[in-house]
């Protein structure tokens, strides 16, 4: 098909009532490696292929849409943090963003950690064999079973969030007989610059324990008074999809301060400081994120400065990226159903999945790019909205995207950078069936977490 199959669809050029749009990229049929995972690239016919295995292959014998992981690209961005951290720190992969029994082995045998924040995080990295001493457990408003669960478990700590908490897990230790260490998570008061969803430092929300308004300080006093708990350290996590390093420095900066301040009231040095995740990863060509080694210099010479400005010892280090491993291995693959160009505006591509695999666009403005994969095609670009089959007119998975202008019915396309806070936001609006995360290296492809099918819905519809 020719570009004159949609004559009514804008081109780049045209002038758009609204909003703003990216350039088109130089050429249509590139797969950037910037957004894209690393063993992505074209074979010979122009379909694109992952760890060795062409799309085409995928969607015929897994179908779409789907989630397809790049597992040596996921095990190369572990291992570089492992690598960039050293033995003399920790980290901690953040399972919000994508947790499964085949990721928490590869983390297990790449010597990383695992961050839980439910007991449904918990059992899943205990179930692929995570010793409980690397886990380590989250959240504002856990449960007494979690609390019991982890401390069962031996989970290397948990992150107090408040002082209820700090009570109730208190007695779930000493119930077990067991001394707990737990880090007290605080907020140091940094307005993150990213989507003020996702921004977690700032004092009017619900996580952690302010520094400034005095509350960190007296969690310290309360877990340092209950025999039950190890008092190991401070935590803090600013917020996500964050680029502009400014923000963890004032953390660090602090963190360490409190540190100096514990030393100071009670005697103590506290051995270990959290900084939480966070890194921003590409999912445009516009973003620009940093190497893990770059982000873990950076953040060692922050924490060598400042304890020896503080006549501190420099703490054990611990840091909890999720979507800075995950986000860029994977990519969502999904079958272009209808084309419709709206006269003067843009055309709309709807896809086979939407904002119930993908609710990141819906939720926070957040921009994606978008290919063709099933074939290559020499046609002009044209400015393409994807959108789900759902019924929400706010069911946008790419908000603006250049496409080629002979984009068909039947014709895969992907969006890249989609391995983090998509599957594990996935819902069932709609009764969509949340799509399969295949994992593909070396050649081969395999389904690690499988379709739900129609019958598990009805499984858990008994009335
Ligand atoms: C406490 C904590 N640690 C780590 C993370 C992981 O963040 P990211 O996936 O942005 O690295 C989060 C989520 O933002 C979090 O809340
Ligand atoms: N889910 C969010 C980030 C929040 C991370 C958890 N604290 C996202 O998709 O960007």
């Known amino acids: 098909m020719s570009r004159s199959a949609h004559p009514a669809g804008p081109r780049h050029g045209d002038v758009l009532p609204e909003g703003h749009y990216q350039a088109p990229p130089a050429d249509l049929n590139a797969l950037d490696p910037k957004v894209w995972s690393r063993t992505v690239a074209r074979n010979a016919e122009g379909v694109a292929t992952v760890g060795g295995v062409d799309v085409r292959t995928l969607a015929a014998e897994f179908g779409t849409p789907a989630y397809v992981l790049d597992e040596a690209d996921f095990r190369a961005r572990a291992r570089a943090w492992r690598d960039a951290f050293g033995e003399s720190a920790d980290v901690y992969y953040a399972g919000k963003a994508f947790l499964s029994k085949a990721v928490v082995r590869w983390l297990h045998e790449e010597g990383l950690n695992v961050d839980v924040c439910s007991s449904g995080e918990l059992h899943v990295a205990l179930a692929a064999g995570m010793p409980g001493e690397r886990i380590a457990l989250h959240g504002n408003n856990k449960s007494v079973p979690e609390l019991e669960q982890a401390v069962k478990a031996g989970v290397g700590h948990i992150v107090v969030d408040s002082f209820q908490e700090i009570e109730r ?31 977690t430092a700032h004092e009017d929300q619900k996580f952690g324990l302010s520094l400034s308004g005095g509350l960190a300080a007296e969690a310290v006093r309360r877990v340092l008074a209950e025999p039950a708990l190890e008092l190991r350290g401070i935590h803090s996590h600013i917020g996500s999809q964050i680029f502009d390093f400014a923000g963890f420095e004032v953390a660090a900066r602090r963190v360490v301060g409190l540190l100096a301040e514990v030393r100071d009231e009670h005697g103590v040095e506290l051995p270990e400081i ?26 060692r010479e922050i924490v060598r400065r400042e304890c020896a400005a503080a006549e501190l010892t420099a703490p054990r280090i611990s840091v909890e990226p999720g979507r800075a491993i995950v986000g860029p291995t994977a990519f969502t693959l999904y079958e272009v159903g209808t084309v419709k160009p709206l006269e003067g505006l843009r055309t709309y591509v709807s896809v086979d999945g939407g904002m119930s695999d993908n609710i990141r666009t819906a939720l926070y403005d957040a921009e994606y790019s978008v290919a063709l994969v099933s074939r290559t095609s020499e046609a002009e670009p044209m400015l393409a909205r994807v959108v789900g089959k759902h019924c929400e007119s706010g069911d946008i998975v790419v908000k603006d995207a250049f496409l080629p202008a002979d984009l068909a019915p039947g014709d895969l396309i992907a969006v890249p950078a989609t391995g983090a806070y998509c599957r594990s936001m996935a819902s069932n609006y709609n009764h969509a069936l949340k799509p399969p995360v295949l994992a593909v290296a070396d050649g081969a492809a395999r389904v690690i977490v499988r379709r739900e099918t129609e019958e598990d819905l009805l499984r858990l519809d008994i009335g």
């Open 169 to 199: 897990l208190a007695a779930i230790a000493d119930a077990q007989g067991v001394r707990q260490p737990v880090l007290i998570r605080i907020t140091v008061g940094v307005e993150a610059h990213t989507h003020e969803f996702i921004a």
């Open 274 to 299: 959290d900084l939480g995740g966070g890194l921003g990863i590409a999912y445009t060509a516009d973003d620009d994120p940093r190497e893990p080694a770059e982000i873990a210099a950076s953040l």
